[in-house]
């Protein structure tokens, strides 16, 4: 009897005693986290950290205390940060995750650390309660071949890091004749609107492509005037001597055409706008209605038969 109540009085004790140590429930508890791998971990990797935490009902996280995204040190970013929670009977389960990404480049092989982070949890009376996210070792590796090739070589080639990828090239062949297809079409289009438009200056060498330019520029006008006619009279001459390197008179027709012979077979029309030109400039006669116009008809025929090119003009 006397041995029964001293094994009862030691275990009192011991009841006791273990109840005056334990640690006391928090209402937050961290009961799971997952880091991932901690070595071997290169440049740009990315580092997914996971934590599970039972948090009393009653009480919610404070979003003030998460972790904020963006650039935490030179060489660690905190991409992003998810959580989501749910309730198990009387506790919330807040699932949080924490992406970051390294840009360490060590030259050999380095211990790292990512910083403990602090959480927050509060209840409606705004009792505080903190879980602590402890800090996280982890080993960092050069970016190296297994194999230092390149060392001590003397052709040229660069020891431990390889050669860049070559850009990946795309086949246009099958746009290429397409391509020349269309761009011989529009510079086609393009020569003949500048040719017949008379923007192709080496091409319009016979200067009576410039006086028919002239003489159509007057004929523009509705109510052209004498001075106007004479202009455009003028403007023939001007391509007549252009061409013969010489004023040209009427009495000079024969040794014009007989120095251009590819205008032979205009010479009556010419000879008929000496005459009609010599009317307008020395006797003062009213011109005929359609002087422009015959001009312009005979600008065209003497610059079809024109096959002179500049150099020689």
Same mark, same amino acid.
């Given at each position: 009897?006397?041995?029964?109540?001293?094994?009862?009085?030691?275990?009192s004790l011991f009841l006791l005693s273990a109840a005056c140590y334990a640690e006391p429930v928090l209402p937050a508890q961290l009961i799971k986290m997952?880091?991932?791998?901690?070595?071997?971990?290169?440049?740009?990797?990315?580092?997914?950290?996971? !934590?599970?935490?039972?948090?009393?009902?009653? !009480?919610?996280?404070?979003?003030?205390?998460?972790?904020?995204?963006?650039?935490?040190?030179?060489?660690?970013?905190?991409?992003?940060?998810?959580?989501?929670?749910?309730?198990?009977?009387?506790?919330?389960?807040?699932?949080?995750?924490?992406?970051?990404?390294?840009?360490?480049?060590?030259?050999?092989?380095?211990?790292?650390?990512?910083?403990?982070?602090?959480?927050?949890? &509060?209840d409606s009376a705004n009792q505080r309660v903190e879980i602590t996210l402890p800090d996280w070792h982890f080993i960092m590796s050069p970016i190296k071949?297994?194999?230092?090739?390149?060392?001590?070589?003397?052709?040229?080639?660069?020891?431990?890091?390889?050669?860049?990828?070559?850009?990946?090239?795309?086949?246009?062949?099958? !746009?290429?004749?397409?391509? +020349?297809? !269309?761009?011989?079409?529009?510079?086609?289009?393009?020569? +003949?609107?500048?040719?017949?438009?008379?923007?192709?200056?080496?091409?319009?060498?016979?200067?009576?492509?410039?006086?028919?330019?002239?003489?159509?520029?007057?004929?523009?006008?509705?109510?052209?005037?004498?001075?106007?006619?004479?202009?455009?009279?003028?403007?023939?001459?001007?391509?007549?001597?252009?061409?013969?390197?010489?004023?040209?008179?009427?009495?000079?027709?024969?040794?014009?055409?007989?120095?251009?012979?590819?205008?032979?077979?205009?010479? &009556?029309?010419?000879?008929?706008?000496?005459?009609?030109?010599?009317?307008?400039?020395?006797?003062?006669?009213?011109?005929?209605?359609?002087?422009?116009?015959?001009?312009?008809?005979?600008?065209?025929?003497?610059?079809?038969?024109?096959?002179?090119?500049s150099g020689k003009s």
């Open positions: 009897m006397k041995l029964i109540n001293t094994i009862s009085l030691l275990l997952d880091q991932g791998r901690n070595y071997g971990l290169m440049v740009g990797d990315i580092i997914e950290h996971r !934590y599970l935490i039972a948090v009393d009902e009653g !009480y919610s996280l404070s979003p003030s205390s998460l972790p904020v995204e963006g650039e935490l040190t030179y060489w660690l970013d905190l991409n992003s940060v998810s959580m989501t929670s749910e309730q198990q009977g009387k506790k919330t389960i807040y699932n949080l995750t924490l992406r970051y990404q390294t840009f360490y480049a060590p030259l050999d092989v380095r211990t790292l650390q990512i910083p403990e982070q602090q959480l927050v949890f &509060t071949e297994i194999t230092a090739s390149g060392v001590g070589n003397n052709d040229g080639s660069d020891g431990f890091m390889k050669a860049d990828i070559a850009p990946r090239t795309h086949s246009l062949s099958r !746009y290429q004749s397409p391509i +020349i297809i !269309y761009a011989s079409l529009s510079i086609l289009c393009l020569l +003949i609107w500048a040719a017949l438009a008379g923007l192709l200056p080496k091409f319009d060498t016979s200067p009576f492509h410039t006086a028919r330019r002239q003489i159509k520029r007057i004929n523009r006008h509705k109510n052209i005037t004498v001075d106007q006619i004479q202009q455009g009279l003028q403007a023939m001459h001007d391509a007549f001597n252009s061409r013969a390197s010489y004023t040209v008179f009427a009495s000079q027709i024969d040794v014009f055409i007989q120095q251009q012979p590819q205008f032979n077979e205009s010479r &009556t029309q010419i000879e008929d706008f000496f005459q009609q030109s010599r009317c307008v400039f020395f006797f003062d006669e009213d011109p005929k209605p359609n002087l422009l116009n015959d001009c312009i008809r005979l600008c065209d025929r003497l610059a079809a038969a024109d096959k002179v090119v």
